[in-house]
């Protein structure tokens, strides 16, 4: 380990967590993990990372901690609980959490650490577990600009296109209109090629002629092609899309603002979950329209 | 003009129709052309093209009709009216309808022009007034096969992704399921950009972040800028599009395919164009959620 390298703390290792802690630790940092269930830190911790057994004991040795989880819930007790990072922390931690999660409860957090003279930021990621594995994320930031700048060097070891987007819970907001623009753009692959489908056309044909125009994007060029071959297999959980979704309406509700195509999506998407879909992957949408 | 080439009529010279008549009387083709309103004919026939007073005498100088007109009321006309196409047509001429229209009138002109032992394709294509200018359209091709490989050369000269999709209204299909990829994606993109807005963001900021991932895509490139300058002006008219995913969700209805994502595009967008955006480009459906 390189003492002149922040020690940091990892709690989540999930399939992006794992990656990214693991860039972390090849760069020399000192390593302090925490899971849920502890058999996903064996790599990490065979390679040289050290297990802890709550958030709490993980941040009393890190300079930097760093947390990606599963829901809002999940977010609220790494942080706020009995055994969580803000009982324990160092003084002069710094706290990223990047996770998708509420711009409310990322507002809440870094206020409550504020009163301890801790700098959080909430940093939700976007590009999924091959830009998790690459270090390529997407970052959305939010929270101070010299927390920022001082996280940024960890930030870096993750991602390549790091932007900080304002204060407390911009980052999560930012990550919230890429949800909603990939809501509506998922629905609209599904019903072309639903279309297709019902229309007798060739599927393959019509990608050929609509996925370099107007129509043309990532859903499309990724998504397309596995619809086609009926693979639903998830590049990202239909359950954690929809856990997305429901933050984004509420809060757009909050703001008195009107998203009906997020709104029907959501919708859609909630009756193929109570259909068993949950854990298949978003392009699992067309299941709608297929049925 | 090169007498070994096919003699073409061209009729519809609207902002892409006149780029794409221009292409095939700069290629050689003698040309001769039709338009409802004259005076969009006067450059091209400053060039050289001969003006004639309706479809039906366009189409007995041509080897080869191209149409790109209006509505589907327009084609009808222009194809099957007193004095249209088919009134006045050569024995062995090519039909090429590169409006985007119905399927069921595709199939109906080339039945009636079978009749006559007249080929007739559909032809819709993708990549608006720069695509055409360039000659690099998309074209979505129905019919024939032999017809197809014999106005494969006419194609050529506008377009470069050609794909042959089917038979009689296989290529107004394909254009359909194109403008149904498109009419949700742009519901997304304003839906991203409007709680950007809403939440305080940086739009600029926002689209540095979503821009280059999951969400990526063609209209989030183009009308993101746009959208977030203020600016309405049409790359394509709102009023068209709206006719395109009226004719997508006749055909749908008609397949007893149930597409909600569309039929809410297009209820909002019939709001907008109640308020006047009519004439606006399709980008302006921003307008639904900042009033």
Not at 178 to 193: P, R, Y
Request: proline share 3%; charged share 20%; aromatic share 6%.
């Amino acid at each position: 380990m390189n003492a002149k390298l922040p020690a940091v703390g990892f709690i989540g290792l999930g399939i992006m967590g794992r990656s990214m802690a693991g860039h972390l630790l090849a760069a020399g940092h000192d390593l302090h993990v925490y899971n849920r269930s502890r058999e996903k830190a064996e790599d990490l911790v065979a390679k040289g990372a050290t297990w802890h057994d709550t958030p709490g004991k993980v941040a009393a040795h890190a300079d930097v901690v760093v947390t990606i989880v599963g829901y809002p819930h999940d977010v609220e007790e790494v942080y706020l609980g009995a055994n969580g990072i803000l009982a324990q922390v160092r003084a002069g931690a710094i706290l990223i959490d990047m996770t998708t999660s509420s711009p409310a409860l990322a507002a809440r957090i870094s206020a409550k650490a504020a009163e301890r003279g801790i700098m959080a930021l909430d940093a939700p990621v976007s590009g999924g577990d091959i830009g998790a594995r690459e270090g390529k994320l997407a970052i959305m930031v939010g929270g101070d600009s010299a927390a920022f700048a001082a996280a940024l060097p960890i930030l870096q070891r993750m991602g390549t296109n790091i932007v900080l987007q304002g204060g407390p819970g911009a980052g999560q907001h930012a990550k919230m209109c890429n949800q909603i623009v990939i809501a509506s753009t998922i629905m609209g692959v599904c019903e072309g090629l639903a279309y297709a489908k019902h229309a007798g056309l060739d599927a393959e044909s019509v990608l050929q002629s609509i996925g370099g125009g107007a129509a043309s994007g990532t859903q499309l060029r990724v998504m397309g092609p596995r619809i086609i071959k009926g693979d639903y297999a998830p590049g990202f959980f239909m359950e954690h899309f929809i856990k997305d979704m429901s933050i984004a309406l509420a809060e757009a509700e909050r703001m008195q603002l009107n998203l009906p195509g997020l709104a029907l999506a959501k919708k859609l998407y909630e009756q193929l979950k109570a259909q068993g879909y949950g854990r298949s992957g978003t392009q699992a949408l067309f299941k709608y329209y297929d049925k």
